[in-house]
């Protein structure tokens, strides 16, 4: 790493956030031959959301615009080790979106119809399917199972070590323990960064600070959409293998996957108030530990081995703000992310060509940053979150 490397003065590309988004919007924008990127981070190498995630990769969702974005960032997965030179470690092993009400079951079928005129290979699974797809989960309980076969998932640890090597093998500059605390302008566009009392120039600057987002928005002087949330997860000891898919239980706003370690790692989201807090959280881990048992009663005997949490940005519908923020020339977003992990190789790609080029790929653009003053939310109706109450 570059943490003790000193500051440069000017960087042709500036990003702001060393997550995930912003490692791999960098490998993409290096990739494409752009020299002389920097990314600056607050806090230390995975401190964000990108090293505290479950780490499911689901390649499509409910809606045509949510599942044409993640469907290509699920294809990117799939050839990302070979790409980047490290092992991201994606296993392919599926994943199982399951409904207990009759109304999910409805929303499944339309999902599949969506799936079909993307072009996405998705099953309804029949009753017997479903028993050998998921052997532990209470069938009782389930109207309808949709299977994803191409989705997984792949460890944050492993994929961000591979970003962040990629990157510097492609001489990207990353600073982490480096906040940004004012962004500058010029003749009406962004003309740079400060850290403390150093200033560094920059025609281009892009906001990839997850949580942070809306103050650095601040920062800039821009309106931003969204608020930070606090996301949980939790890992239970050791047991058989159980679950063999990724799972969604759409009904409980609930996610797990058992690890090659055989730990159930996944979480469910119950709606509170906004937390900017990391502390440990009894009434998440209850509900998830509910959830788990009443769909997976074999679980029952396994004791929670940890537990934590992590901060994301949110948007109004859930969905990414990406893309040039259009009241300030040179400034471009990438926040709103709550499926960050799976999205990341989409958007890193979609948005340096659009940095580059100005080039905006037809599956970013519904996430445009600008979309609600225009009126045009995207509905996912397929997702595992919850707005505050
Ligand atoms: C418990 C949990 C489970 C999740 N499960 C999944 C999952 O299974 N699948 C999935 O796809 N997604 C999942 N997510 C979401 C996913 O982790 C995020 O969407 C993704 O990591 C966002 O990446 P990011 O780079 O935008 O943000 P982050 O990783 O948070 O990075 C933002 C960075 O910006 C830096 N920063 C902020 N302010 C400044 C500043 N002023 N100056 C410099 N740097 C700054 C921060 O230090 C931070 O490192 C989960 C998240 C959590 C918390």
């Known amino acids: ?18 997550g995930i988004q912003g490692l791999s919007l960098a490998f993409n924008l290096a990739e494409r031959g ?73 929303l499944l079928d339309r999902t599949l119809e969506v799936h079909k005129t993307s072009g996405i290979t998705s099953s309804l699974l029949t009753p017997t399917q479903l028993r050998e797809v998921l052997p532990a989960l209470a069938h009782e309980r389930v109207s309808a199972a949709l299977h994803l076969p191409d989705s997984g998932v792949a460890p944050h640890h492993a994929a961000m070590y591979a970003y962040r090597q990629a990157c510097e093998a492609r001489g990207v500059a990353i600073h982490y323990g480096t906040e940004v605390t004012a962004i500058d302008q010029s003749a009406g566009r962004i003309s740079g960064v400060q850290v403390g009392a150093r200033r560094i120039a920059a025609d281009t600057v892009v906001l990839a600070g997850g949580a942070e987002s809306n103050r650095l928005a601040q920062l800039a002087g821009v309106a931003l959409d969204g608020y930070p949330m606090r996301l949980e997860a939790m890992a239970l000891e050791p047991t058989r293998a159980l679950i063999g898919p990724a799972v969604a239980l759409l009904d409980r706003l609930c996610y797990m996957h058992q690890t090659a370690r055989g730990e159930v790692v996944g979480g469910a989201e119950v709606a509170e108030r906004p937390q900017h807090t990391l502390n440990a959280d009894v009434p998440v881990m209850a509900a998830t530990a509910r959830a788990y048992l009443e769909m997976f009663p074999q679980l029952g005997h396994a004791r929670i081995l940890r537990q934590w949490a992590g901060l994301v940005h949110i948007s109004r519908d859930f969905g990414p703000l990406l893309g040039a923020h ?7 977003i990438s926040a709103g992310w709550c499926y960050g992990h799976a999205g990341a190789p989409a958007a890193g790609e979609f948005l340096a060509r659009a940095i580059i080029n100005g080039d905006v790929d037809e599956r970013m653009r519904p996430f445009a940053v600008d979309r609600f003053e225009r009126n045009q939310p995207v509905v996912e109706p397929g997702i595992v979150l919850s707005h505050f109450e």
């Not at 230390?44 to 993640?70: K, V």
Request: hydrophobic share 40%.
């Open 34 to 106: 752009v020299r002389d990127i920097l990314v600056l981070d607050a806090g230390y190498w995975q401190g964000g959301a990108s090293g505290r995630n479950g780490t499911l990769i689901r390649g499509a969702f409910s809606s045509p615009e949510w599942t044409r974005f993640f469907a290509h960032s699920c294809h990117l997965w799939q050839g990302l080790s070979k790409r980047l030179g490290e092992n991201v470690m994606y296993s392919r092993r599926g994943y199982t979106m399951v409904g207990e009400r009759s109304s999910t079951a409805a």
């Open 1 to 18: 790493m570059n943490t003790l490397k000193p500051l440069p003065g000017k960087a042709s590309i500036l990003i702001v956030g060393a």
């Open 326 to 332: 259009g009241q300030l020339p040179g400034l471009f």
